[in-house]
């Protein structure tokens, strides 16, 4: 809540009610961030599982690792963007 109103030059809110604008729909993003990027981990991990395992099951080298970690981070970035609908209206909602 103090990093909206800082950026457009308004006060921040003078009782606690005044941080408390925002809060469910700023919760609403998070568990979505959050929920989006574990299932689509989920998904690309098995499917990299998959991969591995047509390939006849070798053992994991450094370079899937590397692969792994890049699909996990894929993931975070994606429910990130997927995310933003709410933290734009919860940032309205402050402004």
Do not use: C, H
Not at 5 to 16: F, I, M
Not at 28 to 52: K, P
């Amino acid at each position: 809540v103090g990093k909206v109103p800082r950026q457009l030059g308004r006060a921040l809110p003078a009782k606690p009610r005044g941080f408390m604008v925002g809060l469910p729909m700023g919760a609403v993003a998070q568990g979505e961030r959050f929920a989006v990027t574990l299932v689509l981990d989920a998904v690309l991990q098995g499917r990299l599982r998959q991969w591995e395992q047509e390939q006849g099951n070798i053992p994991r080298s450094s370079a899937t690792r590397v692969v792994s970690f890049g699909l996990s981070m894929l993931s975070a970035g994606a429910s990130e963007a997927l995310a933003n609908p709410p933290v734009v209206i919860k940032n309205y909602q402050i402004a």
